[in-house]
């Protein structure tokens, strides 16, 4: 099993920035991804950044493209998200996101392994 543990959110107004943090635990050698989604009220939940492990390579959606980074840090088995100009559209729950080895494994459908218990961002105009 893989706990993720997050940190950071909060409240910023418009052009603001926040930073995230997912610490993985437990079989973490089993992860592939982990990767960053949101869900607004009323909203399905949205890819919005992922990260592999072991070889380079990152992703984002178009809405934060340019905005947002996603960075690891594989000795703490922690990821980033450092999010910049941040808009009022950004308002959602975010959630840490990990996926294991398998057919279809980091995709950008919220259908990872293992889920953080989310936290709160929101931005004011």
């Known amino acids: 099993q893989v706990q993720l543990l997050e940190s950071g959110g909060g409240s910023v107004q418009a052009g603001g920035s926040l930073s995230l943090s997912c610490a993985a635990s437990g079989y973490s050698a089993s992860i592939a991804c982990m990767g960053w989604f949101r869900q607004a009220p009323g909203k399905e939940r949205q890819g919005i950044a992922r990260i592999y492990t072991g070889v380079a390579g990152t992703y984002y959606a178009d809405s934060v493209k340019g905005r947002f980074t996603i960075s690891q840090d594989n000795a703490k088995n922690t990821v980033y998200l450092q999010m910049n100009d941040l808009k009022p559209d950004d308002t959602a729950m975010y959630y840490c996101?990990?996926?294991?080895?398998?057919?279809?494994?980091?995709?950008?459908?919220?259908?990872?392994?293992?889920w953080g218990q989310g936290t709160q961002v929101t931005v004011s105009s």
């Open positions: 996101a990990a996926d294991s080895f398998r057919p279809g494994a980091c995709s950008y459908k919220a259908d990872y392994n293992y």
